[in-house]
């Protein structure tokens, strides 16, 4: 049973340009969300995607854009980066958007803006 | 608003050793959910327990035990007979029900780093 699969591992990009990150969530699981995770904090929510559409964001500017795919995978894209983008970048994935549900993480995407 | 505090930032403890991880959250929802996650230097999350807020009962899986109490706000987190393997990065989070249930956000802990010394 697969679990959440994410891509690249880790990137270099430089302030200004822009990135995309891909998820495939656990076999079965159709809802996606995002977190950045800033070095020695605790991952915070960026929007969440269920049904190909984005239900719920968190306190990020609009240069965060994402995408949810028939097949229930996602992109977050980053536009216009910053340094302080850098950052681990984690995807999550559930059965349904009902906020009980047991949530399962990737490994994360680590992202370097120089 | 919800918020999550893990007061503790750093534990070291030497193996065998029995730790407690605490947590307290606040929220204004009368129905939500407590989680705690690990994560090892890989960077991934792993799923630890989750917890609604109707379940007071303390759960024990193996050498981990969860003590929630809704009196003090608190979901603490206890590792008995610690092992060097223990040795990561541990979030409490919490998720509020919000309105159908739907409220899907977790808000995180900033992490308790817990070695574990042979």
């Known amino acids: 049973d697969a679990g959440v699969t994410q891509s690249p591992t880790h990137l270099i990009k430089t302030r200004g340009q822009q990135v995309t990150l891909r998820c495939s969530p656990k076999?079965?699981?159709?809802?996606v969300s995002w977190y950045q995770q800033a070095l020695g904090q605790g991952p915070q929510f960026i929007f969440q995607?269920?049904?190909?559409?984005?239900?719920q964001r968190g306190n990020f500017p609009d240069r965060f854009s994402g995408h949810q795919f028939p097949n229930y995978s996602s992109e977050l894209n980053v536009n216009a980066l910053l340094l302080g983008d850098s950052a681990l970048y984690l995807c999550?994935?559930?059965?349904?958007?009902?906020?009980?549900?047991?949530?399962?993480f990737g490994e994360g995407s680590w992202l370097t803006v120089v | 608003a919800q918020k999550v505090t893990q007061a503790q930032t750093e534990i070291s403890v030497v193996e065998k050793e029995d730790v407690t991880l605490d947590c307290v959250y606040e929220?204004?929802?009368?129905?939500?959910?407590l989680f705690w996650y690990k994560q090892p230097p890989s960077g991934e999350l792993v799923f630890l327990i989750r917890?609604?807020?109707?379940?007071?009962q303390n759960e024990i899986s193996g050498r981990y035990s969860w003590n929630f109490q809704k009196s003090t706000s608190s979901f603490n987190f206890t590792i008995t007979a610690s092992q060097v393997v223990d040795s990561a990065v541990y979030f409490c989070?919490?998720?509020?029900?919000?309105?159908?249930?739907?409220?899907?956000?977790?808000?995180f802990g900033k992490g308790t780093l817990l070695t574990v010394n042979p």
């Open positions: 999550a994935s559930s059965l349904g958007s009902y906020s009980g549900n047991t949530i399962y």
């Open positions: 076999s079965g699981h159709d809802t």
């Open positions: 995607y269920y049904e190909e559409e984005e239900r």
């Open positions: 929220t204004r929802d009368t129905t939500y959910y």
């Open positions: 917890r609604n807020s109707f379940d007071e």
């Open positions: 989070a919490l998720s509020e029900a919000g309105s159908g249930g739907s409220n899907y956000k977790l808000t």
